[in-house]
């Protein structure tokens, strides 16, 4: 069974960073589009930043431009998000997801299939 696992997530003060990790098992995720989605109290999850499955193809949220970027290990089976100059507002719940052999990265949660469990980012001001 394919399955994603996200870890290192935890308590930052704003204008720190922070990296996240998000190690598959059960299958490869080499091939497919990859992405980090977060989810803060009472909102809808959000797509964060994105890769297509031959890492040419990046798209970020308008809101962590410059400040987020995403990067896989395939060796390692292991996705990541590097989070610089963290604010206040970043802190949720961030997922990574696993969707398809496409060229574009979609935005929509809808179009990811597998998802991990998630990890806690909290940025105190």
């Known amino acids: 069974q394919a399955q994603l696992m996200e870890s290192g997530g935890g308590l930052v003060q704003a204008g720190n960073s922070l990296r996240l990790s998000c190690v598959g098992s059960?299958?490869?995720?080499?091939?497919?589009?990859m992405a980090w989605f977060r989810q803060a109290p009472g909102k809808q999850r959000e797509f964060v930043v994105g890769?297509?499955?031959?890492?040419?193809?990046?798209r970020h949220a308008d809101s962590v431009k410059g400040r987020f970027s995403i990067s896989r290990d395939n060796a390692a089976n292991t996705l990541y998000l590097h989070m610089n100059s963290l604010k206040f507002e970043d802190t949720a719940v961030y997922y990574c997801a696993a969707g398809s052999r496409s060229i574009l990265v979609d935005t929509s949660p809808d179009a990811y299939t597998i998802w991990g469990q998630g990890t806690q980012v909290t940025v105190s001001s």
């Open positions: 890769l297509n499955w031959a890492d040419y193809n990046l």
């Open positions: 059960g299958r490869s995720f080499g091939g497919v589009t």
